[in-house]
C-alpha cells in the first residue's frame, strides 16, 4: 500500500494501536476485578497488531512482529501454563495447586494470586501468539492486498 | 397487560431492537452474494450480539463475542477471502429448499425448548442454585478474587483452561501447518521494502509515479 494515500487511515489508527494494546494489557492485569482475562486480552492484542499489518502492510508489521516471534510466543504461553502446574507438582501439591506453590497455611491467597496471574499471563501469550500466527498464514499468501479488494 | 410492561418498557424495547436487527442482518447475509459485504455483516452480527449480551447481564461473554466474533475472526474471514473469488456462486432454485427445511425444523425445535427454559434471572433456576451459587459462596475464602469468573476460569477449572490455551495452540499451529507460515510467500516483498527503504527516497517517489 503506497503512502500517498489512506491518510486519514493511517493517521487515526498510530493514535489507535497504542491505546489498543494499552487495553489489552489493562483488560489481563484487572481481570481479577472486571470482565476480561488472558483471553479477551490476547485477542485484543493481536487485534492491534493486525490493525497495523492492515494499514501499514503486511511486510512491515512481520519486520515489527516476526512470525517467528508468534509462534514461539504461542508455545511459550503454553509452556508457561503447564509450567505452573508443574511447579505445583514440584513443591508436593496436585497439578495446578496453586495453595502449594509457596507452602503457605491454608487460608492464604498468595498462590492462588501470583498461580493465577501466571497462567493468565501464559494463556495471554498462548492466545495472542496463535491469533498472530492464523492471521499471517492468511495473510502471508496474499502479497498485498489491492486497493479494488476493499 | 401492565404486569408484563411495568417497570421494563425501555429493557423490552432494547431486546426486540437488537433482536430484530440480529434478525435482519441474518436475512441480509443469506440474501447476499458479495462474499466482503457478507464477511463485514458477519462482523456486524457479532458486535450486535455483543451488544445484546450486555443487555442480558453476560458481560465476560459480550466481551470475548466484541474480541473474538467482530474483530478476529472478521479478519481472518478477510484474509480467507482474498484467497478466493470475491463473488459467492448464485444457487439453483431446488437446491436452497434442503437447507430452508433444516433451518425451518432446527427453528422449531429451539422454539419449543424455550417453553421449558426457567425465566430470565430466576434464583431458583438450576444454574443459580447448583454449582454456581456454590462457588459465589466459597470462592472468597478459597481464592482471595473478587470476579468469580476469573477464579472459577483459573483456579476451580484450570485444567479446563489449559485445555482450552492448548487447543488454540494447537489451532495456530495447525492452520501454518495447512497454509504456511506465510513469511515465505512475503520474503521477497520484505526484501524488496527494505531495499527502497535503504536506496535514496527519489527512487521511491519515481517508483510510487509509476504505480
Known amino acids: 500500500m503506497s503512502s ?24 489481563q492485569f484487572h481481570g481479577d476485578y472486571g470482565p476480561g482475562g488472558g483471553f479477551q486480552a490476547g485477542v485484543i492484542l493481536a487485534v492491534a497488531v493486525i490493525l497495523y499489518a492492515l494499514v501499514f502492510g503486511v511486510p512491515s508489521a512481520m ?5 517467528a516471534f508468534t509462534r514461539t510466543l504461542a508455545a511459550f504461553g503454553v509452556l508457561l501454563y503447564s ?25 492464604g491467597h498468595k498462590g492462588q494470586h501470583i498461580g493465577i496471574l501466571l497462567i493468565e499471563l501464559g494463556v495471554l501469550c498462548g492466545v495472542s501468539g496463535a491469533m498472530l500466527t492464523i492471521f499471517y498464514s492468511f495473510a502471508g499468501r496474499v502479497a498485498e492486498i489491492r486497493d479494488e479488494d476493499w | 397487560m401492565s404486569e408484563v410492561l411495568d417497570g421494563s418498557v425501555g429493557l423490552a424495547t432494547v ?47 459480550a466481551f470475548t463475542e466484541a474480541a473474538v466474533g467482530a474483530g478476529m475472526s472478521t479478519v481472518v474471514l478477510l484474509g480467507a477471502m482474498l484467497l478466493t473469488s470475491r463473488m459467492a456462486k448464485p444457487e439453483k432454485r431446488l437446491a436452497r429448499l434442503g437447507p430452508l ?6 427453528g422449531a425445535m429451539l422454539i419449543y425448548a424455550t417453553v421449558d427454559l426457567p425465566a430470565f434471572g430466576d434464583p431458583n433456576s438450576p444454574v443459580n442454585t447448583g454449582v454456581g451459587y ?39 499451529i495447525a492452520v501454518a501447518m495447512l497454509l504456511g507460515f506465510g513469511e515465505r510467500s512475503l520474503a521477497e516483498s520484505i526484501r524488496k521494502d527494505d531495499k527502497t527503504t535503504k536506496s535514496s527516497a527519489k527512487n521511491t517517489v519515481k517508483s510510487e509515479g509509476k504505480s
Open chain 2, 134 to 172: 456454590e462457588y459465589l459462596l466459597v470462592n472468597w475464602n478459597d481464592t482471595g478474587i473478587a470476579n468469580v469468573v476469573t477464579s472459577v476460569l483459573g483456579s476451580y477449572r484450570g485444567f479446563d483452561t489449559l485445555g482450552e490455551t492448548t487447543v488454540v495452540f494447537v489451532a495456530g
Open chain 1, 63 to 67: 519486520r515489527a512482529v516476526p512470525p
Open chain 2, 101 to 106: 427445511v433444516v433451518v425451518l425444523v432446527t
Open chain 1, 4 to 27: 500517498s494515500h489512506h491518510v486519514i487511515l493511517r493517521v487515526v489508527s498510530k493514535t489507535l494501536i497504542p491505546v489498543i494494546a494499552l487495553y489489552a494489557f489493562y483488560v
Open chain 2, 15 to 61: 431486546n426486540i431492537l437488537l433482536l430484530s436487527l440480529l434478525f435482519v442482518v441474518g436475512i441480509a447475509i443469506a440474501r447476499l452474494r458479495s462474499l466482503f459485504a457478507i464477511v463485514m455483516l458477519s462482523g456486524l452480527y457479532s458486535l450486535l450480539s455483543a451488544v445484546w449480551y450486555v443487555v442480558v447481564d453476560a458481560v465476560d461473554v
Open chain 1, 83 to 107: 509450567g505452573v502446574g508443574f511447579w505445583a507438582l514440584i513443591r508436593g501439591g496436585n497439578f495446578l495447586e496453586y495453595g502449594a506453590l509457596f507452602n503457605e497455611a491454608p487460608g
